[in-house]
């Protein structure tokens, strides 16, 4: 199977890796010219443009911050939609709305392209261990053709349904994820502002029904002070955003990730937009005047 790979940022340089790591072969292409040259060093074929990228491959896999970028690097000048060949496969990895998920399939579809979203969670940790969870949107035989190259990249890999499956999934999911990082904010500030040893708290609660992923992955880096993104705000705002937008189309109310949106919204204002979604903290904090 041979590979396209565009966006090699925090999370598409280390799963491209993976796919070389599989021995696939694989073409890539980033803005970021160093990130291309540290896949090169590799083994990866490096490209000039998505075009270039696409050009004979059998799947082409874009992993990029918002739909307006996978827009540019499917459908702009020297996109993946000249060059790509007819039956070949465009997985997006990105976190965008279901809305644009199906509008980018049905613009491939106009040229004999198949689409699958396949967004992940599971951050740069396990992008590097090639264990995120994939949640993908597609037509099941499509879906097959590509499944050996997501599964050098994923540990639990679900084709939840037709397209637009994937990216919805993955909106329940972030509405979980950052409702989360908000009510454990919530709790550690109250904590210390009681003046409990917060280290000790977590210890003794991370065993009970408080437990979590995201308390783990979390909490060991607050108490570090450690807000190096990881997931970053501004890309958590932007999912949330598209969650309230599908939420607002399908009647559905939304509050909690609401609320959320507007803390990460002050946030960005204060220039903490690249800080991880774990730094939301630091939000709380102010309000309690710690
Ligand atoms: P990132 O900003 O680190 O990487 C994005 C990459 O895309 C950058 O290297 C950038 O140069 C490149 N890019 C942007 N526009 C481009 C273009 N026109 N052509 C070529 N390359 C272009 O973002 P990330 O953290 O890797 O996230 C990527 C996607 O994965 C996002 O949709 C995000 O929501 C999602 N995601 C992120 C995490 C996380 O923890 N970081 C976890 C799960 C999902």
Known sequence: MRIGFIGLGIMGKPMAKNLLAADFDVTVFDLNTAAIQELAALG????TSPAETAEGQDVIF???PAHPHVEAVLF????????VKQGAIVVDMSSISPVYSKQFAAQLAEKGVHFIDAPVSGGEPKAIDGTLAIM???QPNIY???YPALEAMGGQIILV???GSGTTAKLANQIMVNVNIAAMSEA????????IDVEKMYQAIRGGLAGSAVLDAKVPLILERNFVAGGRIDIN???LTNVLDTGSALGVSLPLSGQVLEMYEEMKAEGKGADDHGGLVQHYEKLAGI
């Open 62 to 64: 874009t992993m990029l």
């Open 188 to 195: 550690l500030v109250l904590a210390a502002k009681a003046g």
């Open 237 to 239: 705002a932007k999912d």
């Open 44 to 47: 990866a074929n490096p490209a």
């Open 76 to 83: 702009g000048e020297n996109g993946v939609a000249e060059t």
């Open 144 to 146: 097959e053709k590509a």
């Open 136 to 138: 993908a949107g597609g």
């Open 161 to 163: 349904g037709d397209t």
